[in-house]
Structure formats: C-alpha cells, structure tokens
C-alpha cells in the first residue's frame, strides 16, 4: 500500500521552514510557527485551519497549493489528516437531522443534489458504513467540504461545522490518488 507524503511550508510559494509527514498531525505549530503552502508529492489528505482537525477543511490530492487562501482558509493550515485509499464499496446513511434523526437515505455513490435526489434540504448526521467521503456545503460539489471517514457522525456540529448545511457528497476514489 503506498503511503501518502505531504509537505509544508511557513510562507506562500513553498518558502521558508517546511516540515514533511505522511500521517496525521492534529497540531503543526509543533513543527512549524505559521503554514501558508504545500505540496502533496502522493496521497490525499484533508488539511484544517484549525487543531485537532476542525475549522474550514481543504481537500488535497498530488499537487501543489501555494497559498492556503485559495484553499478557503481564513487562517493558516493548523492540522492535517492523512485519507487512507479505501477499495471496494461505499455506503453512508445520511439524516436529515443530529442524532440520526428525521428521513434519512441510504447512499452507494456520488450525490450531486440531494435536493434533486432526496427531497432532502439538510442532512445534520450520518452513518457512514463503507469507504471514506466528502460533503459538501453547496449542489455540485462546491463551497466548503467536509471529510467523513467511517464510522458514526451524529452531529456536524461537534466537528467544527456548525450552522452549515451540506448540499451534495462524493466518494474519495482510487482516482483520486
């Protein structure tokens, strides 16, 4: 299985002190005082504006980002999260509601509208069963994203994402890396 390795940099255009992981760091200022670039030379990882993954999230695949304000950050890049590829099938149950509550729906692919799909204006938790995903704040996927990896999610709220409702979803694929 190949390993992810991404780099970071204090200044915009990979300049000044960088620091090099290939796994999660809930907090960079360990390593570096401030973080404005990247490049992610293999993998997918989510980066954050603020520690312990929370705040406006980014997604990043091999490639080079020179400056975190393209990324829709409104502060430096804080943490980081390695996404491991997943093979085989995807499944999420998305609700309506925190706590798994109100309609709810059963997902195996991408979503592009889930107004269009579900007749659903808002999905405020989710089960995801199978692989690992991205939400997305408008149809299409555009706006702000949110990483979901399996397991329980009962409320985006505790993530950081509060008073944001998510639009569309798609599936982090072997493509993708």
């Known amino acids: 299985m190949t390993m992810g390795k991404i780099i970071f940099y204090e200044d915009r255009n ?13 907090d960079m ?5 401030r973080c404005h670039s990247c490049k992610v030379e293999s993998g997918c990882f989510m980066v954050y504006d603020r520690n312990n993954f929370m705040g406006n ?23 980081c999260r390695m996404i491991p590829m997943h093979r085989g099938q995807f499944r999420m149950k998305i609700y309506e ?3 798994f509550g109100g ?3 059963e997902l195996m692919d991408d979503c592009d509208n889930m107004m269009d799909r579900y007749r659903m204006n808002d999905c405020q938790s989710c089960n995801v069963m199978d692989g690992h995903w991205l939400m997305y ?15 329980e999610h009962r409320n985006f709220r505790d993530m950081g994402m509060s008073g944001m409702k998510f639009m569309s979803m798609k599936r982090i694929m072997d493509s993708c890396y």
Request: charged share 25%; glycine share 8%; net charge positive.
């Open 137 to 151: 704040e408008q149809p299409q996927y555009r706006g702000k994203m949110m990483y979901l990896r399996p397991g």
């Open 103 to 105: 309609q709810s729906h």
């Open 14 to 26: 990979f300049q000044g002190r960088s620091y090099e992981t290939s796994s999660d760091c809930p």
């Open 57 to 79: 999230q980014y997604f990043v695949r091999r490639g080079e980002y020179s400056d975190h304000q393209n990324m829709g950050m409104s502060d430096c890049i804080k943490s």
């Open 29 to 33: 200022s360990s390593y570096l005082s």
């Open 97 to 99: 509601k925190e706590n």
